[in-house]
């Protein structure tokens, strides 16, 4: 079965400093990976997706993802954190019917 | 214009009563799905349909029942409803039935009091 684990609930960074948001995953297969951001009371708009090409993956926003299967991890970044980019964010593994199974997600607080 | 959209966005009702969400995607997508989120914010599939026909559906009570009239619209309809239904709940498209990004609607944020 596929199951992702983020291992902060709650982060909280200044404006203009690094971001590390953390998402182990444990799939029985290849899997796609995906991180999805939520602003408060609003839907979920996807910010990057693996899908088995390259590695490090590029999403929108200034956010990266690395996968790395030897530590069964995805986890997010960005170089300097912007106000609007405080959120939820979840790390989310597509199991074989592809409906997607969302870790209990991060959020992520700003401070100026 | 709105990818995926439902209807309403907030709905608040009273134990006991029955009630339906809409939801309709003008992506052209074949997969829709209807996801829950509870107070602690964790989302979980509920159903998914591709092409009008029914592909997963989790373990969901029978008073939860989805219809999809075409392949651009999938309604949730909820029998006699519990406390515990309060919740948001979310619609999404994607394209194929393979692994791949979906389309979230804005969600509809349902209390039973």
């Known amino acids: 079965a596929q199951s992702v684990t983020q291992l902060d609930s709650h982060v909280s960074v200044s404006e203009g400093t690094p971001v590390l948001l953390r998402c182990n995953y444990s799939?029985?297969?290849?899997?796609?990976l995906f991180w999805y951001v939520q602003h408060p009371n609003k839907g979920l708009q996807l910010l990057l997706k693996?899908?088995?090409?390259?590695?490090l993956v590029k999403g929108i926003n200034g956010f990266e993802a690395e996968f790395k299967k030897s530590e069964t991890s995805f986890h997010l970044t960005k170089p300097s954190a912007h106000m609007s980019d405080a959120a939820e964010y979840f790390c989310?593994?597509?199991?074989?019917?592809?409906?997607?199974?969302f870790g209990k997600g991060t959020t992520l607080s700003l401070s100026s | 214009d709105t990818a995926v959209s439902q209807t309403p966005k907030y709905l608040v009702t009273q134990m006991g009563n029955d009630k339906s969400i809409k939801c309709e995607q003008n992506?052209?997508?074949?997969?829709m799905y209807w996801y829950k989120q509870d107070s602690k914010k964790f989302l979980k599939i509920m159903f998914s349909?591709?092409?009008?026909?029914?592909?997963i559906n989790e373990t969901v009570p029978n008073r939860f029942s989805p219809k999809s009239p075409d392949k651009a619209h999938l309604n949730l309809h909820i029998n006699s409803l519990e406390l515990g239904d309060s919740a948001v709940y979310f619609c999404?498209?994607?394209?194929?039935?393979?692994?791949?990004?979906?389309?979230f609607g804005p969600g509809t944020r349902l209390t039973v009091t």
């Open positions: 999404a498209s994607s394209q194929d039935p393979r692994p791949g990004e979906q389309y």
């Open positions: 799939s029985s297969y290849s899997p796609s």
């Open positions: 693996y899908t088995s090409a390259a590695t």
């Open positions: 989310v593994v597509s199991d074989q019917w592809t409906a997607l199974i």
């Open positions: 992506l052209g997508h074949d997969t």
């Open positions: 349909y591709n092409n009008k026909e029914l592909i």
